[in-house]
């Protein structure tokens, strides 16, 4: 692309390099004829010239497209119409500028370069400075159609201008011309001796060679191509070499992350798979919590109906204590009229007795007042017989008066007994019927707390009904949720079981890209190293899972030290190119120490001794880690 010869040109001043300095820049204005006054014309076109540059331009760009050659190499070099138009634009009002000092000479210099670079020979780009003149004399007669001596010196002063461009461009197309043929002026021995050089370097390279450089201080001499290309082949084994590198550690990091991954998918299968039994027994275990549930919600209607008889039963039972205290009231107030009546009877006992008492007096008054009169009949003879009789008969009912108040007396006793007995028995009456009374209120006051409780246990066995209610439908939904669950874990399941299988192309891909890489040397052991380093992190990550039960290993996969990667490294270049440093010499211990704990951890784990292994493990972890 233009955009990109012109960076290629833009470290270099091209008018020092063509010994192009002012004193030459004078004599080539000269040379032409150009003066200031011919400057000073044409800066007064420029607003004129500004004017029509969009057409002289498209004019310009007509002419161009009639030729397909030039429009295919336009095309080839990456620019486009509008691109070289807005170009040609600025090119055409710098040419009635005035400046024609060194940054002029220098971007015209620059633009001969970029001719030479894209293939465009002088016989186009001289031809468009012929095109240019056919486009503006026209115009500027036209201005100056009055003054056509003024029009016709400012033609030349453009024709002058237009000149010392294409000296410049020739100028240009030389030197660089002259330059690559002094860049193929080899000679015969010389080109083949670097051909040779360079078939070298390549042959090396496509057997695995990436130390290989082109090292002869004459081969990259100079500023020729085959001198750049040689300049460019060492970048490139340089660029390949770090490249191998690169990728031989990628690999290594990527069969270490694969067995991290494999072991973490190990993980997560083992989970997942425990995660599906777990959901399994759950959901097993909500439908017996859902049957428990079901049988709670029929205990707990169950418990609200009781609640609700109980609860008719008490509010009864207060109605029918409330009833029993009233009567205790009333049957207290009838013993209370009973004990008055009774006080009444005794009362009158004793008025009968008081007047039994009296009878009792005059019978015994009668009977001696009889017993006088007989005396005083038999004191009389026949004359008081029939008064003696009298007497006898008075004596005699005054006796029978006597028995019969004194049996009176009696009965008044008995009566006044039963009647005090009475009354004992209507005053104990009155204190049951106040203790009843008392019992009653209480009992009373006892059902309507019993009461109240039985509403409370009423409500609550309703409110236990309704949580029962939404516990069943909480189940419900944990049991839809559990489903899901166990449907995601199933596909989870699945997918470690691919990712496993992917896995496992990975490790296959890293071993291959490994052994791929083997096929470079590039320079020293370090990749071998790195390989053995990797093989070590890669042991370490196999164990843990073997340990995690993810993983089997058999006791003759525990090589020794001498049979792994970095022993076999260490016991033969190792050694030998690094055995004067102490640091590796003080590796062989812990290196066979590390092996020996493996095959111990191997044999402890496959014996069933767990608790073994896992101690055994740890000083694993630690001896890795010194050696890595």
């Not at 040109?9 to 004599?27: I, K, T």
């Not at 050089?197 to 500023?223: F, K, M, Q, S, W």
């Not at 009668?366 to 026949?382: F, Q, R, V």
């Amino acid at each position: 692309m233009i955009e990109k010869f012109l960076n290629d040109a833009a470290g270099a001043n091209l008018c020092e390099l063509m010994n192009l300095g002012p004193e030459q820049q004078a004599r080539h204005k000269a040379f032409v004829g150009l003066t200031e006054a011919d400057l000073a014309l044409l800066v007064e076109l420029a607003p004129v010239i500004e004017r029509h540059a969009d057409a002289v331009v498209d004019g310009f760009y007509v002419n161009i497209q009639r030729h397909p050659e030039l429009e295919q190499l336009i095309r080839g070099v990456g620019s486009n119409w509008e691109r070289l138009k807005r170009t040609q634009r600025a090119y055409l009002l710098e040419l009635f500028k005035g400046d024609l000092g060194p940054d002029y000479f220098e971007r015209r210099l620059r633009v001969g370069v970029i001719h030479h670079k894209i293939g465009l020979t002088p016989r186009w780009y001289l031809g468009s400075y012929s095109v240019y003149m056919q486009l503006l004399a026209p115009i500027i007669f036209k201005h100056w159609r009055w003054q056509r001596g003024r029009a016709l010196q400012a033609v030349l002063a453009l024709d002058k201008v237009l000149s010392l461009d294409a000296q410049l461009a020739i100028d240009t197309y030389i030197h660089s011309l002259s330059a690559e043929l002094n860049v193929v002026s080899l000679s015969k021995e010389e080109l083949e001796q670097r051909l040779n050089a360079y078939n070298n370097l390549i042959d090396r390279v496509a057997h695995g060679d990436l130390t290989a450089r082109v090292e002869t201080a004459g081969e990259l001499a100079g500023e020729d191509d085959l001198s750049r290309l040689g300049g460019n082949l060492n970048k490139m084994v340089d660029r390949l070499a770090d490249m191998t590198s690169e990728v031989a550690e990628s690999s290594n990091a990527m069969m270490v992350s694969v067995e991290q991954v494999r072991a973490s998918i190990g993980a997560q299968s083992s989970g997942a798979a425990q995660q599906a039994a777990s959901v399994s027994e759950t959901t097993a275990t909500l439908e017996q919590i859902k049957a428990t549930s079901q049988q709670n919600l029929e205990k707990a209607t169950a418990l609200k109906e009781v609640a609700d008889r109980a609860r008719a039963e008490g509010d009864q039972g207060v109605t029918v204590v409330e009833a029993a205290v009233q009567a205790m009231r009333q049957t207290r107030g009838q013993v209370e009229a009973i004990a008055g009546h009774i006080g009444v009877l005794n009362e009158r006992l004793q008025q009968i007795g008081d007047i039994t008492n009296a009878v009792g007096e005059l019978a015994s008054q009668s009977k001696m007042l009889a017993l006088n009169a007989s005396i005083e009949a038999a004191k009389a003879g026949d004359a008081g017989r029939g008064f003696a009789v009298v007497a006898e008969e008075v004596r005699d009912l005054a006796e029978q008066s006597r028995q019969a108040t004194t049996q009176v007396q009696g009965i008044l006793v008995e009566i006044r007994n039963a009647a005090a007995r009475a009354v004992r028995a209507v005053e104990e009456g009155n204190e049951g019927a106040d203790r009843g009374a008392n019992l009653a209120d209480r009992a009373g006051e006892t059902l309507h707390g019993l009461n109240r409780v039985i509403h409370d246990t009423a409500m609550a066995s309703q409110q236990i009904v309704a949580a029962v209610r939404q516990e069943a439908a909480g189940i419900d939904q944990i049991r839809i949720a559990m489903g899901d669950i166990s449907q995601v874990t199933s596909q989870f399941v699945a997918a470690t079981h691919q990712t496993e299988a992917a896995t496992d192309q990975l490790t296959d891909y890293a071993a291959l890209l490994q052994n791929m890489v083997k096929l470079f040397q590039v320079g020293g052991a370090r990749f071998d190293f790195d390989h053995a380093r990797t093989l070590h992190r890669t042991w370490v990550t196999r164990l843990e899972a073997f340990l995690g039960g993810r993983e089997t290993l058999a006791e003759e996969e525990a090589v020794s030290h001498h049979h792994c990667q970095l022993g076999r490294w260490y016991d033969s270049e190792g050694l030998q190119r690094y055995g004067h440093i102490p640091e590796m010499l003080a590796l062989d211990a812990p290196h066979r120490e590390l092996h020996e704990l493996i095959h111990d951890v191997v044999q402890q784990q496959n014996k069933g001794q767990h608790p073994n292994a896992a101690q055994v493990m740890v000083r694993v972890r630690a001896l890795s880690a010194r050696i890595i």
